[in-house]
Structure formats: structure tokens, C-alpha cells
């Protein structure tokens, strides 16, 4: 499976104020995703991360609050931009590899004051 | 009808017993199930899958049950251990064309603690 790193691994933010987390697998792969969990909660998709254009987004997650990039096949960013307490969070990168399965990275714990 | 539906919402079972998770889902579309496996402070990771045309699939100590009929499936646990006590979920989600995994959409989850 590939090896999925997540930057940085948890933060302290305040309101108003923008976080960049990055994402980077140790292979090509062809599908990037980005989930949200909130505390003691399930995973929800954002969006889906497209190799050289717009990214995908959910019902519920627009581009002005979750900019996405990912301009190769081993690398994408998330940024959470005007923060609000309501966006504390774990932010999740999740990869698809050849075998079909979804592998996920460690997570970034937002916690936004 | 994209829900999937997990109970229960936390387990408390002894060293050695066989802790039961149970999944529901509406969209008949769905062909691809998997089950995570969530320790604090880590990510999800994958733990075991099954596809609609099994109604069984064992991996090590971890089983899943699938009733297509039922719209529904089931991890079971042997023997568990106390290092078995995490956050498990279930998912679910639809086979694009080429066999790749589109998006998954979770269950709730289930806190699992065994104890020794």
C-alpha cells in the first residue's frame, strides 16, 4: 500500500485566520481524497482532488472555504480557509492505488480558537 | 439512500469473545464494502473487504458477513483481544468502470473496547 504523509499533523489556529495541509504519497496514484472528521464522528468526503484541474467538492463544501490543488500524482493540499471554531477538525488525505482499495494518510487535528 | 446505517454505537466484550458490528444500506448500487479499523490519534486504515458476490470472507480473526437480500453486512471479531479495541467503520460504496473505488461513504462508527 502506499505511503501517505500528512503535514502537519495537528495545529492550533486562530479564527479568521487560513491553514495550508499538505499531502504527499510515496507513489503515483491515480485517485486523492480528502475526508473530514469531526470529534467522535464519522468520515465525510470534501472533495475529490483531480490531477491538473478543479477539484470535485460534496454537497455541503464549496472551493472559497476548501481550496484544493494537486499538481501532480503524488502531492495535493487542503487549505481551511476563514477558520471558525466549527472547523475544528481531523482532516483526512486518502489515496486510491491500482489494487482499488482506499488507503488513508494519519490525519491533520485542526483545532481552530 | 446514500446512508449507511452501523450499530452498535460502542461494544464492550471480554478478552475471547466474538464482538458483532452490523451495517444497513438503501442504494442497491453499492458493490464494494469495506471495514476500517480507527486506533486514537491515527487514520483510518483498511482492515478487510467484501464484494456482493460472497456472502463471507475471513481474513485472520476478522469475518464479514454479507446478506445481499438483506441490504445488509457484518463484521465479526474472534477471539478478540484488548489490542482489538479501537473505532471500527463500515463502508460502503460503488465500483466505477476498471474496478477503482470512487468515494466511500462511512458509517457511523463503532467504539469497540475489550477487555482483558
Known amino acids: 500500500s502506499a505511503v501517505i504523509s500528512q503535514k502537519p499533523s495537528r495545529d492550533i489556529c486562530q479564527r479568521g485566520t487560513s491553514l495550508t495541509i499538505q499531502c504527499q504519497v510515496d507513489?503515483?496514484?491515480?485517485?486523492m481524497f480528502w475526508y473530514r472528521q469531526q470529534p467522535g464522528q464519522s468520515l465525510t468526503l470534501i472533495a475529490t482532488?483531480?490531477?491538473?484541474?478543479?477539484?470535485?467538492?460534496e454537497s455541503g463544501f464549496v472551493i472559497d472555504k476548501f481550496p484544493i490543488s494537486r499538481p501532480n500524482l503524488t502531492f495535493s493540499t487542503l487549505t481551511v480557509s476563514n477558520m471558525s471554531p466549527e472547523d475544528s477538525s481531523i482532516y483526512l488525505c486518502?489515496?486510491?492505488?491500482?489494487?482499488?482499495?482506499?488507503?488513508f494518510g494519519e490525519g491533520s487535528r485542526l483545532t481552530v480558537l | 439512500q446514500q446512508q449507511v446505517k452501523q450499530s452498535p454505537q460502542s461494544l464492550i466484550v471480554q478478552k475471547g469473545g466474538i464482538p458483532i458490528i452490523n451495517c444497513a444500506y438503501e442504494?442497491?448500487?453499492?458493490?464494494?464494502f469495506p471495514w476500517y479499523q480507527q486506533f486514537p490519534g491515527k487514520g483510518p486504515a483498511l482492515l478487510i473487504a467484501?464484494?456482493?458476490?460472497?456472502s463471507e470472507k475471513k481474513e485472520g480473526r476478522f469475518t464479514i458477513s454479507f446478506n445481499k437480500s438483506a441490504k445488509q453486512f457484518s463484521l465479526h471479531i474472534m477471539d478478540s483481544q484488548p489490542g482489538d479495541s479501537a473505532t471500527y467503520f463500515c463502508?460502503?460504496?460503488?465500483?466505477?468502470?476498471?474496478?477503482?473505488?470512487?468515494?466511500?461513504?462511512f458509517g457511523t462508527g463503532t467504539l469497540l473496547a475489550v477487555q482483558p
Open positions: 467484501i464484494r456482493p458476490d460472497v
Open positions: 507513489s503515483q496514484v491515480t485517485m
Open positions: 442504494n442497491t448500487a453499492f458493490d464494494y
Open positions: 482532488a483531480n490531477q491538473g484541474s478543479e477539484a470535485t467538492y
Open positions: 463502508a460502503a460504496a460503488v465500483m466505477n468502470y476498471g474496478g477503482a473505488t470512487n468515494k466511500l461513504i
Open positions: 486518502s489515496v486510491r492505488d491500482l489494487g482499488a482499495e482506499l488507503f
